[in-house]
């Protein structure tokens, strides 16, 4: 392995899927959004229900999915992504559940329910087509951090510069790897990009 295969396995596996919406929620408990401003015990219990649910939980049945020799981990068919996608979907709606449970402002639930949505997407575009589940990762926590800026009338050039840039550099590691093409790329970026932008501007 050389670097640059190096450097674009890193950055795909720390800008995993499952990870994108841990990363968010850090982001937005931490931003300068008026909702940042939670006490720590509640920011603790929030970030644990979300990294349970949308992290922990479906990277356990992917090991448990691993074990069945007709399914195959590296996903490389689209419609091997399926399965995974449906648990992923369902251990979600079990966060965007339970967040419902403790006192928090709306916009967590609102930015979890649209990222079920994009799952949703994903996994009806993987039965017939493959599509960058990591571009539609990074494309909705982009369009959510876009969308918030514009409704709470925040400037947040920086960080969506460095999101952005974050952005480019996943994208080509998928490449250099050889796990899409360009088409999908984009699509999957697009896919996580409108849904997260238009349901949190609207909701």
């Known amino acids: 392995m050389n670097f640059k295969h190096f450097i674009a396995r890193f950055f795909s596996i720390v800008f995993h899927p499952l990870l994108i919406p841990s990363l968010g929620f850090l982001l937005l408990m931490n931003s300068g959004f008026y909702f940042s401003m939670m006490n720590p015990t509640a920011k603790k219990v929030l970030f644990l229900i979300v990294f ?8 356990l049945s992917l090991g448990l999915l691993s074990f069945n020799k007709r399914f195959d981990s590296s996903m490389e068919k689209s419609t091997d992504r399926v399965i995974p996608l449906l648990f992923t979907a369902v251990y979600y709606y079990l966060g965007y559940f339970y967040l419902g449970k403790i006192q928090i402002y709306p916009i967590y639930r609102i930015f979890l329910l649209s990222t079920i949505l994009i799952i949703i997407l994903l996994l009806l575009i993987s039965m017939k087509w493959k ?13 959510a951090v ?17 999101l952005i840039i974050v952005a480019g550099l996943l994208g080509s590691s998928r490449l250099l790897l050889q796990k899409h093409n360009p088409l999908q790329i984009y699509a999957g970026f697009f896919a996580g990009f409108t849904i997260n932008y238009l349901v949190i501007i609207y909701l």
């Not at 349970?52 to 990277?59: A, E, G």
């Not at 599509?131 to 369009?143: P, R």
């Open 52 to 59: 349970l649910s949308t992290f922990l939980l479906p990277l």
């Open 146 to 162: 876009l969308a918030l800026s514009f409704r709470l009338g925040i400037n947040s050039s920086a960080l969506l510069g460095a």
């Open 131 to 143: 599509i960058s589940n990591h571009m539609a990762g990074i494309g909705g926590l982009i369009g």
